[in-house]
């Protein structure tokens, strides 16, 4: 097992309707809608991107803006199918124009990201950009490999005692945004992700 699961048997509704009331820190009453996650209950592959955007605010689903469609794209190099995999984000709710989240934001919004992986176990756990890179290796200890993203995307980790999990850092989908050059690069890690066994 992935991470121990609760005894009082979580689950993926109860999660997702107590992030849907959340007010642990400010963003909870400055969003439009809270964006839990979304996707299969039973995915053994399972994104984690950054804060939910404008369009994810509106929408209440994560990766469904701009950055969305880039990740669409992406995930179609994957050979996998958004109804096969499960998207969620390191926070629920959006942070005004998009700054970057909080170290205090991140410690109060991350319990539910924890729960929700302990619900779905799932077998590979892609890291969209720093923030979510950050989380899960430190959180899986695999802290002394953390390295710029630039060094370490498309590589894959195997946390020291969880060695059924294997750990990708992948660059941002909006990084092809700003820099036309990563969508070539975001495709190679993609389409590597078909050859890892689940
Ligand atoms: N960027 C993210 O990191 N997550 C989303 O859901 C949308 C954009």
């Known amino acids: ?26 963003l909870g009453s400055l969003c439009t809608n809270h964006v839990p996650g979304e996707g299969n209950p039973e995915a ?10 404008r369009n994810e605010d509106i929408n209440g689903k994560p990766f469904c803006g701009k950055a969305g469609r880039i990740f669409d794209e992406l995930l179609e190099a994957s050979g996998y199918r958004r109804k096969d995999i499960y998207v969620a984000n390191i926070l629920k709710c959006r942070p005004p124009q998009n700054r970057n989240p909080k170290p205090e934001e991140i410690r109060l ?17 892609c890291c969209l950009g720093n923030f979510a890179v950050d989380f899960i290796m430190r959180k899986f200890n695999l802290s002394e490999k953390v390295q710029s993203i630039g060094k370490i995307h498309g590589k894959i980790f ?5 060695k059924s999990l294997k750990i990708v850092p992948l660059y941002h989908p909006a990084s092809a945004t700003y820099n036309p050059n990563m969508i070539n690069i975001l495709k190679n890690d993609f389409r590597m992700l078909k050859n890892i066994p689940v």
Do not use: H, W
Request: with cysteine; hydrophobic share 35%.
């Open 109 to 125: 919004c991350t319990p539910y990201l924890v729960r929700q992986l302990k619900v779905i176990q799932p077998k590979i756990i």
């Open 44 to 53: 053994n592959l399972l994104f984690i991107g950054e804060a939910p955007g």
């Open 1 to 26: 097992m992935l991470l121990e699961n609760d005894p009082n048997k979580d689950n993926l509704d109860k999660i997702n309707s107590e992030i849907e009331l959340c007010q642990r820190c400010s």
């Open 158 to 162: 195997i946390p020291p005692k969880i």
